[in-house]
């Protein structure tokens, strides 16, 4: 039985890989938490999977869990994840995602050298694309526009560096937008469909928006963890890999979307200046071609995780 260990198991993305694997059989999951962890997304399989509480950023805590454990794999996804945040709290996003991948490449290193390490990367490390780029390809120039991109710059960088130097089975990945079921409320899929819930029950009637021009591509988070699966096992070490639908939509045509297929009226629609960024990234649109070689393909469409999104909200 393989020991797959993945740091932010409660997190949206690790909780939907938690669930990919436990339904393939023959993996041990062990997932990292703080004692402040809430659990609710984990809460229908903790009964198979093994928790172990760790402070990623402490290096002798990650240190002997890893030592513990000597996993074949580790999916690292504990993060500070969310962009506005990280111009709020640069030097908290910064030392979480960098210090956090040089501890797990260390006790890699010193325990288990054979251990497949996934680095969760992200298309904001590409920042300011221009329009003869798109769409985006592995290989373009990286130019990340807030804290969070430049920290998951190096967190890249770091995973390529420690497989030339040391020669670390490590996996890069850069996932475009993934939504879907369990993603917070500050997140754009689900601050629309819960804002247009609470609409439905007449519990508001203003629904708040940010640049509604920004155009991104978008996966489903479920179509999202496959990759990382099938990556781990098929993906060639100190490679990066685009994760992604290869088709861009403006935030409007988004929310237009969620609008056509709920029952939400007399509302009006408010840019909240709050939402807005320092500085945002105009057009995220990727290729994964090279993913798509190793036999990737979207499964679940983008008017399917909306519909999903929304009956989520609407049961939550």
């Not at 508001?204 to 699966?229: C, E, M, P, Q």
Request: glycine share 6%; net charge neutral; hydrophobic share 40%.
């Amino acid at each position: 039985m393989q020991k797959v260990l993945i740091t932010g198991i409660t997190g949206f993305v690790g909780s939907h890989l938690a669930d990919h694997l436990l339904s393939l059989g023959n993996v041990q999951i062990y997932g990292t938490i703080r004692h402040r962890s809430p659990l609710d997304n984990i809460v229908h399989i903790q009964d198979k999977i093994i928790l172990r509480d760790c402070n990623v950023v402490d290096t002798v805590s990650v240190m002997q869990l890893v030592k513990d454990i000597k996993p074949d794999y580790i999916f690292h996804l504990a993060a500070q994840s969310f962009v506005p945040t990280s111009w709020k709290a640069p030097q908290e996003t910064l030392q979480t995602n960098i210090i956090s991948t040089v501890n797990i490449l260390e006790a890699v290193r010193e325990y288990c050298k054979d251990c497949v390490i996934q680095i969760a990367g992200s298309s904001e490390e590409y920042g300011r694309v221009y329009e003869h780029e798109l769409p985006i390809y592995e290989d373009n120039r990286l130019r990340p526009l807030s804290p969070y991109g430049v920290s998951k710059v190096a967190q890249d960088m770091l995973a390529k560096q420690y497989n030339r130097s040391y020669d670390l089975k490590t996996i890069i990945t850069r996932a475009f937008n993934h939504e879907g079921l369990r993603r917070g409320d500050v997140f754009v899929t689900s601050a629309f469909a819960k804002q247009l819930v609470e609409i439905e029950r007449n519990k508001r009637s203003v629904l708040l928006v940010g640049n509604l021009d920004a155009i991104r591509d978008f996966t489903d988070v479920r179509d999202v963890v496959k990759a990382y699966w099938l990556l781990a096992n098929k993906g060639h070490y100190g490679e990066v890999y685009n994760i992604c639908s290869g088709v861009g939509i403006t935030m409007k045509e988004l929310l237009d979307k969620f609008i056509s297929i709920s029952d939400a009226q007399n509302y009006v629609i408010r840019v909240d200046e709050t939402k807005l960024r320092p500085s945002d990234v105009p057009v995220l649109v990727g290729n994964c071609d090279r993913l798509k070689a190793l036999g990737w393909e979207r499964e679940i469409s983008l008017d399917q995780m909306i519909k999903d999104i929304l009956e989520y909200w609407r049961n939550k």
